[in-house]
């Protein structure tokens, strides 16, 4: 029992304990390193990142290109978008020595590329035959970070950020692709088995430089919203600023227009954090580094060699399906190892002992339900495919009713400050970012975005202000 109590997590409703726990416990990240805001991937957790990150490289792949700038921005091209470096001014580490002698020009660490991409568009650009661009990176990028910080959430070095660039003759093509990458984005989050909130983020709160930006919201445990991926459209903004002009047809010089998107290791942390439990991690078939784990059930060396031989058989039988499967052949009990397992969140366990073997059966236990079923091992390959599908659908419509309950339409201020306690409000809004101040000072929480798609209401009324409202929006405490 020693490890058991080792391995025990506080309840998840003690959601930042929990969180905290979890990430040491099922070997997800190691938090020692020592510089605030910069965490360690433990082997089993960058596992979980290959997996994630392996989906997001297939659905960009499509019709994107993978590449890679470098991480070091000349001060002189960083500070060339004002409204940019505004939005980034307060959060630049700076580069200014080279050994012991001063930089003749100071050296960013990008907080995100643009600067760093589009002096090369420049030079790439020239023809409207060469559009669209469409350009990915997956890289690691700074950020002075002053708020507290928490692994994959809030960080001072993003290790896992995809950014994709795009470049488009005219402003409808940009915003096409805009539309395009949240349509991957909603494809990335079902693989995930996670449900996500669309929603274009008021003017106050867009992308610096940019015309809009439409983000993704996943609700976690708490009642808070993480934001875990946006799509900004640039106009022409940067394109002016860098000088990004093709030729038309006509054979005029005319500026390109531009898009961006990245999405970071937030979806790791939306991913443990909605699907886990007390017990530990829960994982979706298609991220767990370990998707069957055998235990051999052995009393007394009987049947040893049998029972052994039985789970090799069965292994290899997983593993011609292309399932990354595991003995524990370790020293501990067989309830330590059940423990062990499922705070990894390996989705099936699979126990072999002497019974099994006389009947030419296992007991298969899901991690997600907790359900125990006998199995023919003739059956095996077919059954732990129809259970992956099982479990997929199962954490993403738990995961679902779970948002679509914490989603309460308000209509009154009254409303809006007795249930504001957990989850997301939707609420008549006039359009004034003063209401949303006022948000904020009296509940601690803002206008996250206007949902996309809705149709508008000119018939309601805001109820901060009492004015005119033509559009709903998502109210939330965020991170």
């Known amino acids: 029992m020693e490890e058991e109590n080792e391995l025990a997590l506080p309840a998840k409703e003690n959601f930042s304990e929990w969180y905290n726990d979890i990430l040491v416990k099922a070997e997800i990240m190691d938090v020692r390193y020592p510089v605030k ?37 000349p001060e002189n091209e960083f500070m060339k978008e004002t409204k940019h470096i505004k939005g980034f001014e307060e959060e630049v580490y700076w580069v200014t020595h080279g050994g012991t002698s001063p930089l003749e020009v100071n050296l ?15 030079l790439w650009v020239r023809s409207h035959a060469d559009l669209p661009i469409k350009y990915y990176q997956i890289v690691n990028t700074f950020r002075y970070e002053t ?3 928490r692994p994959l959430i809030r960080l001072r070095e993003i290790t896992s950020f995809k950014e994709a660039h795009t470049v488009h003759e005219t402003w409808e093509d940009a915003a096409a692709q805009v539309d395009e990458a949240i349509n991957r984005y909603h494809e990335f989050y079902k693989r995930l088995c996670l449900p996500v909130l669309t929603s274009k983020r008021p003017e106050w709160d867009k992308f610096p430089g940019a015309d809009y930006t439409i983000a993704v919201d996943a609700l976690m445990p708490d009642g808070r919203t993480l934001q875990v991926g946006t799509a900004h459209h640039l106009g022409n903004n940067f394109a ?25 290791e937030r979806c790791i942390a939306a991913m443990i954090s909605v699907h886990g439990d007390d017990k530990g991690l829960t994982l979706p078939p298609e ?35 292309g399932l990354k499967t595991k003995i524990d052949t370790s020293d501990r009990r067989p309830g330590a190892k059940y423990y062990r397992w499922e705070m990894k969140g390996v989705p099936l ?46 954490l993403y419509e738990k995961a679902k009713a779970e948002l679509e309950n914490n989603i309460i339409e308000c209509n009154s201020l009254d409303e809006i400050e007795n249930k504001i306690v957990k989850g997301i409000l939707k609420i008549p809004w006039c359009g004034q970012e003063e209401c949303n101040d006022e948000l904020e000072d009296n509940i601690g929480a803002g206008i996250l975005g206007i949902p996309v798609n809705q149709e ?24």
């Open 37 to 73: 805001g910069l965490y360690v991937w433990n082997p089993f957790g960058f596992s979980i990142r290959k997996k994630a990150y392996s989906i997001i490289r297939e659905l960009l792949d499509r019709d994107h290109e993978e590449t890679l700038f470098p991480l070091l921005i």
């Open 108 to 122: 960013a660490l990008r907080p995100t590329s643009e600067t760093a991409i589009y002096p090369i568009y420049k």
């Open 147 to 149: 708020k507290h910080t």
């Open 240 to 264: 002016k600023t860098f000088d990004i002009e093709y030729e038309d047809p006509n054979g005029e010089q005319v500026y390109a227009y531009q898009s961006c998107y990245g999405i970071s």
């Open 287 to 321: 991220i767990a580094p370990v998707q069957v784990i055998i235990i051999p059930v052995i009393f007394k060396n009987k049947d040893k060699e049998s029972i052994l031989d039985a789970c090799k058989n069965v292994k290899e039988s997983l593993e011609s399906a």
């Open 349 to 394: 366990r699979i126990e072999i002992g002497p019974k099994d073997l006389k009947n030419e059966s296992v007991m298969m236990v899901r991690r997600d339900t907790g359900d125990k079923e006998q199995i023919a091992m003739d059956d095996i390959n077919d059954t732990v495919a129809s259970k992956f599908e099982s479990i997929k659908s199962n």
């Open 456 to 479: 508008n209401n000119s018939d309601s009324m805001c109820p901060i202000c009492g004015g005119e409202a033509n559009t709903k929006v998502y109210v939330s405490r965020t991170y």
